[in-house]
């Protein structure tokens, strides 16, 4: 796993270079940005339950089938296997905000993801909207913290679920 500084340095050593005005700016705004990068998580780790809680009732809301007889979410079992992988997600999240690098969640999320849940008979289309209700949910939780600009928090959630809709494997 890697941060944004690590990756960057390591994308100008292997060819050479150094830091260059694109490379400080982006060191500029990856530091602009590390105390409300570090709110961002504390605010999901002290509401990770209700965060996915509150994501789950959404999107069963929206998309009652799932928890119905033959939906994908129907059982306690298929319930609370969607709550668990919510709650996977976030926490992966949190730590891709922190380090301002998607790359923890290709390593450790998203590598395989897909195929594995095509596999199982998992529909992707719920997965990637209970990704973008969380976003949402963070997002307006972290403003209430404090933070003003919360542009940031859209990363980590917009990279899950742009792999996870991709056709192409």
Do not use: W
Not at 14 to 43: H, I, M, P
Not at 109 to 114: F, N, Y
């Amino acid at each position: 796993m890697r941060d944004a500084v690590t990756n960057l340095i390591k994308n100008y050593d292997v060819t050479g270079r150094y830091l260059d005005r694109n490379a400080v700016d982006s060191l500029k705004s990856y530091f602009e940005t590390g105390t409300a990068r570090v709110q961002a998580a504390a605010v999901i780790n002290s509401n990770a339950a209700s965060i996915v809680k509150q994501a789950g009732s959404r999107l069963f809301e929206e998309l009652p089938e799932l928890i119905q007889p033959g939906g994908n979410a129907y059982t306690t079992r298929r319930y609370a296997a969607c709550l668990r992988d919510m709650d996977y997600y976030l926490r992966y999240a949190s730590y891709a905000l922190v380090a301002g690098d998607t790359n923890v969640l290709d390593e450790r999320v998203l590598q395989g993801l897909r195929e594995t849940y095509n596999s199982l008979g998992v529909p992707i289309g719920p997965t990637v909207m209970g990704i973008q209700i969380m976003k949402d949910i963070v997002k307006e939780q972290v403003a209430a913290a404090g933070v003003t600009n919360t542009a940031f928090v859209d990363q980590p959630f917009d990279h899950m679920t742009r792999d996870l809709s991709e056709q192409d494997v």
